[in-house]
């Protein structure tokens, strides 16, 4: 992929009419940025929701606070110039790693000195591969948890065919798999597979009431305040020598887009995160000191049809006529100015271009999707369910609305029915839905892998899996394209595994938008990566 393409700065005289006099400033992912300044808040927005716990393995794998208070054994490289998708590897618990011949087992040797938050129940203890033996148990649900009825964990794709966890001694940890897995060095730097202290577990029972990790930033309990804000404050035992730069980070609960759009105004925020189209020239014409970075998004907008007993989408003449009536082009002026690039369901940006997707995708008929339905027994229209939860931007609840009216102009009448975040997850993972739109990055982290093999294969229904989706030969190119160590190789079969999903109609994919963040010109330091979410974890102010 191009870097050009998939991630640049611009000054806003470029990239919003009507804004002429705004001042061309220097970004921070033009060049090499100043020396860092010590100390200073910063306020971000908290995912237009709040979390439902701080688990990584369950819920809180979407939570908005793992990143800064955890490490990982790897983590990737980011800063000036470096792509908004590149995948370059560097160490982060782990100093070195090797990966055996056969590509079964991976041995990492830890960096030494690293120690937890000196916070109860951990209290500074040293990290040691004891620990990532335990983490890696945890989220597979194996050893000393394969009895203990746990919640299925949602990690438990990122380490499939784990045959054994080892620490060799108390700075080298082994894992070793069935069979070659291609993904995990991969997985290794995965915001959602941080290293978790067994102590907390032992007490509580979850992670999902504490969090004390090895990370820059420590929740600060008593300065939080659900619903409202989650303090994270800087972990003063951070074995990483100078860093991190500020003192505290402000995660605020802002559900509303014009509330937090008032407050990137008024500067009681720092940065504005995630824009779409229209939500990034309202921003930037309030603020027009403001620097914009803009990217495409790699996971593209989706709809999941699920197959759960019961449902019309278990029809493929149903799943087809949807993909036929819906207006890719349409959708792509509507969210994205005109400016998406078309997409293949489970594939993520650069997999195909977009010549072979417009060649692969069904094409707009509504004739078409009228006779398939008359087919299937619905010659007098049929009704699916649409559940979102109300936490959902402005912006995503307009194309949920434009699916809603193309889709109607072929006899689909779409239910979108909004409740409450926990409900309408519980729904999805019981593949209580007609449709289920993704408009994020979820759950693309770190390698295409990750939204194919948890989301499609027939293993993971119930946790990943959440279309109940069930075809054997699915699931053996998902299980090819892992055990494949040769990158091209790998790459073809990953192709053939979304063109699978085209010709089943699984999935209907629809554009890569473009997104934008703003922040003020004071944050030094931004630099954005799609696997390294938190990209001001390492930002410093100069005001």
């Not at 800064?68 to 980011?78: F, G, I, M, P, Q």
């Not at 998708?85 to 040797?109: H, I, Q």
């Not at 090895?214 to 305040?225: H, I, K, N």
Request: aromatic content about 10%; charged content about 25%; glycine content about 6%.
């Amino acid at each position: 992929m191009s870097g050009s393409r998939w991630m640049f700065l611009l000054p806003l005289t470029l990239l919003v009419s009507g804004c002429a006099s705004v001042a061309v400033l220097p970004g921070p992912q033009s060049g090499q940025d100043a020396q860092p300044v010590y100390g200073g808040v910063f306020n971000a927005v908290a995912y237009r929701g709040d979390t439902t716990d701080w688990d990584p393995n369950f819920e809180g794998r979407a939570s908005f606070g793992t990143l800064a208070a955890y490490n990982r054994l790897l983590s990737v490289e980011v800063g000036p110039n470096v792509e908004y998708t590149a995948m370059t590897l560097k160490p982060e618990l782990a100093e070195r790693w090797e990966v055996s011949p056969d590509g079964k087992t991976l041995t990492f040797s830890l960096r030494k000195g690293v120690k937890f938050a000196n916070l109860p129940p951990v209290n500074g203890r040293e990290f040691t591969a004891a620990d990532v033996k335990w983490t890696a148990e945890y989220y597979t649900r194996s050893a000393e948890f394969k009895d203990k009825k746990l919640a299925p964990s949602r990690n438990a794709f990122m380490y499939e065919g784990l045959d054994r966890a080892e620490a060799l001694d108390p700075y080298t940890a082994r894992l070793s798999f069935k069979e070659p897995y291609a993904p995990f060095l991969s997985y290794a730097a995965s915001s959602w597979n941080p290293m978790v202290a067994r102590e907390i577990f032992d007490e509580d029972g979850s992670h999902k009431d504490r969090m004390v990790g090895t990370g820059p930033y420590q929740l600060d309990p008593q300065a939080s305040q659900r619903g409202t804000r989650w303090v994270f404050k800087k972990n003063p035992t951070y074995w990483e020598a100078g860093k991190p730069y500020l003192d505290e980070i402000r995660n605020l609960v802002i559900i509303d887009d014009g509330t937090a759009q008032a407050a990137f105004q008024t500067k009681q925020l720092d940065v504005h995160r995630e824009l779409k189209s229209q939500g990034f020239k309202e921003g930037a014409r309030a603020v027009p000191s403001a620097v914009a970075f803009k990217y495409f998004q790699p996971h593209a907008l989706n709809l999941r049809l699920s197959q759960a007993q019961g449902q019309p989408t278990t029809d493929s003449r149903v799943r087809r006529a949807v993909n036929h009536a819906l207006d890719r082009d349409e959708i792509s002026k509507v969210y994205a100015d005109g400016e998406g690039v078309w997409a293949l369901p489970g594939a993520m940006a650069g997999l195909f271009t977009e010549a072979e997707a417009k060649q692969l995708t069904p094409k707009y008929d509504l004739q078409e999707a009228r006779r398939l339905l008359a087919e299937a027994g619905y010659a007098s229209g049929l009704t699916l369910e649409l559940p979102i939860d109300d936490g959902r931007s402005q912006d995503e609840k307009t194309v949920y609305q434009l699916y809603q009216a193309q889709l109607k102009r072929a006899g689909i009448n779409v239910d979108i029915k909004v409740m409450d975040r926990t409900q309408q997850t519980q729904k999805r993972r019981a593949g209580d839905f007609g449709l289920d739109p993704t408009t994020g990055l979820s759950p693309l982290e770190a390698d295409n892998d990750s939204i194919l093999f948890g989301e499609f294969h027939s293993k993971f229904h119930g946790t990943s899996n959440n279309a109940k989706i069930s075809d054997p030969e699915l699931d053996r190119l998902l299980e090819a394209q892992r055990r494949e160590m040769q990158p091209e190789k790998r790459r073809e079969l990953l192709r053939n595994t979304v063109k699978r999903l085209v010709d089943q109609t699984w999935y209907v994919g629809l554009i890569y938008p473009p997104q934008w963040d703003l922040i003020h010109p004071h944050v030094k330091n931004y630099h954005m990566h799609f696997s390294n979410r938190y990209s001001y974890l390492w930002t410093w102010q100069q005001k």
